[in-house]
């Protein structure tokens, strides 16, 4: 009854690819330079010259949302990338060690993943200076507690049949037990929770530069243009538009996607 | 909850900027500067700040806050009506959404409404809040000429223009929290629907309608409860951007603020009670469930 | 069907928890209950909308202008100031300045009486006067000048001077000079005790401050309640006074089209006393060069930067001066707009592989952060790479303002009545020079104005100093602001101040 290759999976692939596509051409070329201004011609709504229309300055959205999908992004992308790394390796370690260190470093999970991501992101601002690194990091460290916690667990999942505890009474190394037996049946529900979890970044980081503590300007980001969109949403409420669906298709894109791949490996309960 | 408020003091010790210069503004001076810093007790040092801050803990003294001179717990109990009620109400009307779609998508699999009930659930992981709440905001204020944001009535002035004011905000974070709980309750109603057990009450004669009502239902009705303890936690912290979009004076704008002027007290305030509210979410959810649930799942064990 | 009732258990739990929220609301704010919305035929209540909350209620202790846009109602000061800066009898009837211009005496309205009932005669104001230039005061060094003050009588203050300061009566016009109660000075903060038209009758931050009409208060007041309602978003003001949920707000020059040609609406549209200038720091490598001052100046279009960040709504200036001080002098046209000059300059300095600046705008301000971008992208136009930096206020405070680490940064300032306290910042030896500029010219000019008695003299004086700045330009001047207010179209008597008060016992609705 299930079929490999879902509907989400197909839509997810399209979209991300879509975002995906728009981010690569933006490497090379936008239609126009994203924070050129042209104070004449502000607020144009969409037309043959400005495909999406110019923002508050004048400045092409079209090149704008280019440059923003890139950033949100690789940012995405980045900070899971990182996020998971570190999670997974807290998990395994959490799973593989005593009770006390165990204990310990669950501790810590929990109390990063209590602590309040706008102070996180301010506090590394600080430290890293402006800009998209802060963010990543704050994200980075958000995304950590999750992945811990879901590798901690299927560890233990794992760690609870026979074929490891038969490994383990071989007397088999630690880190060959982690590459070869323990790891590999935990890939598939990694992958899913990695997937979705792009979208959550790209969320937050668009959250996070909506109340201006991400990118900064005049480089573009889709929170921060939804941010300055607000301003005007009573007199040019076309500006709330294009990012406000870009972002939209680009969550839409990983959520499918994550849906999808989680389908195909028919772990519905995930 | 001591290591988070620990991190939050020193995480804003590292931040630039101190409470005195956001008080002084433009104006300061040297002298002054002084003046105010040692009122703040911000020329003391690190540890003897730490010190004294958790022995008025221990006492219940959240302390003052610098920005506003008023009482931590007293700002942070006005913020409690609202934010309380923005998280129950926008929970209450996702849990009866995803309910009424959820088992309706569980029973008549792959039809109509299921294939409707996975677009909610798709919809509403992928609608930035603070775009749904810039298109609410545009939509009352356009079509319906109905001028929500910044009309703020609190509770005690009048109930049915309180929750007017508030109606918005809520349908954005009840559309937010709807989708994973509609995804959970779609799923274990499934789950239930496919044990031996559902069948077997069919098999004894019992109409579908009865077996799903009054056993299926049961049965799936732990997840969705503990993922509503878990968003209700994380309602009570987070609903800042919301608050902010439709001017509401709840506690995620009061810690925007806090830490925009760097109003230590406050901010920790804010941080160590949200924290507990967190922990305690998850005592009460593991107690509901013990209580409620467990005698099922110890019957379901016999079987 | 024993199951189901889970459902109803929890509906229960949900309804008493809102329940509990809602007693604890009513035990908070109970005071407050009575202020709904009356639609009776007389209205009593205005409400205005403004973005931020005071940074506490006590004068003394506030730089803040939210704060004294409250505090101007509920304390009164020794004079007032009318719609162009002369100053008027306030809590003062009258005064005597001594022949040689250092004692200053006030007579004190008799039946002053403070909004607890304690008596406001000289004793009180004298009392007050000594915590305001007490160190702990925010304000204390505006006032280092005073040597004594001293009550001679019930009804007579005497406030003595160490040195000359010919403007020295409009310093007990600012609010933050106000007389306060010493009595309860610790609670003031929270609880603030003046003489003015209101007392406060509860402040819950971030929701609603309301003021009620001071019982003790002898003058005319037209109205009951102010209430200060609390909008960070100009979106939703706008909504609110459209939906009649508020009487008074600010907008910005986008906005004014949403209400033009209605009769509902009236728009008030003023230079205010102000200056929004972008500092340089003079003492930065390549801006500690005049020619790259100047060819700053000559490269950006500061009517296309007003339009575009302020929709027009400004007065270009050329110099460090609000244009509706008496003293003014239109320095504008010094430094045209001409691109090709600021690149000729650049290349005069030895900047002709272009030089890069850094520029800090603070975040909080979003016309300051525009400004700042439209000014880079201009600047970059005429080669000279700017990098943008968005800091917190905090952060602009401590490593901008006080650190004095920049090359350039845009910010406003509140004006004054004189040109000392004005201008004073540029002493090459004061703290809030931050723009590092140091010309001994300028310094000794002004210490002969305070000197000047004679008022032509010290116009001179003032025009001078004005030449020196647009010259020098230590900063581009960019425009003294334009403010905005859109009220009800029924209500009268709101106006804006030279300095940042509000007269709320002069609003009444027609």
Redesign the interface.
């Known amino acids: 009854m299930r079929k490999r290759f879902s509907f ?1 999976l197909i839509a997810g692939i399209v979209l991300t690819g879509l975002i995906v596509l728009l981010s690569l051409i933006s490497v090379f070329y936008t239609p126009y330079d994203g ?3 042209d ?1 004449m011609n ?1 607020f144009s709504l969409p037309s043959a010259e400005h495909l999406l229309g110019t923002d ?2 004048g400045r092409d959205i079209l090149s704008r949302v280019m440059d923003a999908c890139r950033r949100a992004l690789s940012g995405g992308l980045l900070s899971v990338t990182l996020g998971s790394l570190l999670g997974i390796m807290l998990g395994l370690a959490a799973s593989l060690s005593g009770r006390k260190t165990r204990e310990l470093l669950m ?2 999970t929990d ?1 990063l993943a ?3 991501t ?3 992101a ?2 590394l ?3 890293l200076g ?1 800009g998209l690194l802060p963010s990543v990091a704050a994200i980075c460290i958000y995304m950590i507690p999750s992945f811990s916690r879901l590798t901690l667990s299927m560890a233990d999942e794992a760690r609870s049949r026979l074929y490891i505890k038969a490994a383990v009474s071989y007397n088999v190394p630690a880190r060959r037990l982690i590459l070869f037996h323990l790891l590999p049946p935990l890939l598939s529900r990694l992958l899913t929770q990695l997937t979705s979890s792009i ?1 959550s970044a790209v ?1 937050l980081e ?2 996070l530069s ?3 503590l991400g990118i ?3 480089s573009s980001s889709l ?1 921060m243009m ?2 300055e ?7 040019h ?1 076309y500006q ?1 538009v294009p990012s ?1 669906v870009v ?2 298709i680009m ?2 894109g990983f ?2 996607l994550g ?1 999808g791949i989680n389908n195909m490996f028919g772990d ?2 995930a | 909850m001591l290591l988070v408020s620990i991190i939050t003091f020193i995480a804003l010790s590292v931040i630039p900027g101190n409470a005195a210069l956001i008080a002084l503004g433009t104006e300061a001076s040297a002298a002054s500067l002084d003046a105010v810093s040692s009122d703040l007790g911000l020329d003391q040092s690190f540890s003897s700040r730490l010190f004294s801050y958790y022995k008025g803990l221990l006492s219940l003294d959240f302390g003052t806050s610098s920005y506003f001179g008023q009482d931590v717990w007293t700002l942070i109990l006005q913020r409690l009506p609202l934010t309380v009620s923005l998280a129950l109400l926008s929970l209450l009307a996702a849990f009866i959404l995803s309910m009424l779609l959820g088992c309706a998508a569980a029973i008549y699999r792959e039809s109509f409404i299921d294939a409707f009930s996975r677009i909610i659930v798709q919809l509403s992981a992928s609608l930035p809040s603070f775009w749904l709440s810039l298109l609410l905001l545009l939509f009352a204020s356009r079509v319906l000429g109905f001028s929500q944001a910044g009309s703020y009535v609190s509770m005690s002035e009048s109930i049915p223009l309180f929750l007017k004011s508030i109606s918005l905000a809520v349908i954005v974070l009840a559309v937010g929290e709807s989708g994973p709980l509609l995804r959970i309750v779609r799923i274990s109603m499934i789950g239930a629907m496919e044990e031996d057990w559902f069948t077997a009450c069919q098999v004894k004669g019992l109409s579908k309608r009865k077996a799903v009502f009054s056993y299926a239902l049961r049965s799936a009705l732990s997840a969705p409860v503990s993922l509503m303890g878990l968003q209700l936690a994380k309602l009570l912290g987070g609903t800042a951007i919301v608050e902010s979009i439709f001017a509401l004076p709840g506690l995620g704008r009061l810690f925007l603020t806090a830490v925009e002027m760097r109003d230590l007290n406050l901010v920790q305030g804010i941080v160590i009670f949200v924290s507990f509210a967190v922990v305690m979410m998850n005592l009460l959810t593991d107690l509901l469930l013990r209580v409620v649930i467990n005698p099922l799942s110890a019957s379901e064990d016999r079987k | 069907m024993k199951r189901t009732k889970i459902f109803f258990i929890f509906l229960i739990i949900a309804a008493l928890l809102v329940s509990c929220g809602g007693s604890e609301e009513t035990n908070t704010s109970s005071s407050s209950a009575a202020g709904g919305v009356n639609s009776g035929e007389k209205r009593t209540t205005v409400r205005m909308a403004v973005a931020v909350d005071p940074d506490g209620l006590d004068p003394h202790m506030s730089a803040s202008a939210s704060t004294f846009q409250v505090t101007s109602s509920i304390y009164e000061t020794l004079v007032s100031v009318d719609e162009s800066g002369n100053i008027i009898p306030s809590l003062a009837e009258d005064w005597q300045i001594s022949p040689d211009g250092l004692t200053l005496t006030f007579d004190i309205r008799d039946g002053a009486v403070f909004s607890n009932g304690n008596i406001c005669d000289a004793a009180a104001a004298a009392a007050s006067f000594n915590r305001l230039i007490s160190p702990e005061s925010y304000r204390s060094g505006d006032y280092s000048e005073i040597e004594s003050v001293r009550a001679l009588d019930e009804d007579t203050l005497e406030i003595k001077f160490s040195s000359l300061n010919t403007s020295a009566l409009s310093l007990f016009a600012y609010p933050w000079s106000a007389v306060v109660d010493v009595s309860s000075a610790d609670s003031l903060r929270t609880v603030p005790v003046g003489s003015g038209p209101f007392m406060l009758e509860s402040w819950i931050p971030q929701q609603k401050l309301t003021l009620v009409r001071n019982p003790h208060y002898s003058g005319g007041n037209h109205i009951e309640r102010v209430e200060f309602v609390f909008m960070p978003d100009m979106t939703s003001q706008v909504t609110a006074l459209q939906g009649g949920s508020v009487d008074i707000i600010q907008i910005t020059g986008d906005l004014v089209g949403q209400f033009e040609n209605n009769d509902a609406y009236r728009i008030l549209a003023l230079p205010v006393n102000g200056i929004q200038l972008m500092a340089m720091n003079t003492a930065s490598d390549g801006l500690d060069d005049i020619r790259v001052r100047q060819a700053v100046n000559y490269a950006v279009d500061k009517e296309s930067l007003i339009d575009a960040v302020w929709y027009g709504y400004g007065e270009e200036i050329g110099s460090h001066f609000p244009v509706v001080l008496s003293e003014y002098k239109d320095e504008n046209g010094r430094y045209p707009y001409d691109p090709d000059k600021a690149r000729q300059l650049l290349i005069e300095a030895g900047y002709e592989d272009g030089l890069t600046l850094d520029m800090y705008l603070p975040k909080n301000y979003q016309e300051y952060v525009n400004a700042g971008l439209v000014i880079a992208n201009q600047l970059e136009a005429a080669g000279i790479n700017v990098n943008v930096s968005i800091v917190e206020w905090a952060t602009w405070l401590s490593d901008i303002y006080t650190g004095r680490n920049y090359d350039l940064t845009v910010v406003g300032h509140t004006g004054r009545l004189d040109a000392y306290s004005l201008l004073s910042r540029y002493r090459s030896t004061a703290a809030e020079n931050y723009f590092n500029y140091d010309n001994p010219e300028f310094d000794s000019l002004l210490d002969e104005y305070t000197a000047c008695v004679d008022e032509e003299e010290r116009k001179e004086i003032a025009f001078r100093m004005q030449d020196i700045l647009s010259e020098d330009v230590p900063a581009l001047y960019i425009q003294d602001p334009i403010q905005i207010y859109v009220t009800r179209g029924d209500l009268t008597g709101f106006t804006i101040f030279p300095i940042n008060i509000f007269k709320f016992n002069e609003v009444q609705f027609i």
């Open positions: 989400s924070e050129a201004m104070l502000r508050h300055f501790r810590f109390a209590a602590f309040p706008i102070l996180m301010l506090m601002a600080a430290a402006r979208g969320l668009s959250s909506f109340l201006g900064q300007p005049p929170g939804l941010s969109a607000r301003n005007y949403i009573l007199t409420p709330a406000g972002l939209m969550l839409l959520n499918l849906d519905r309960h």
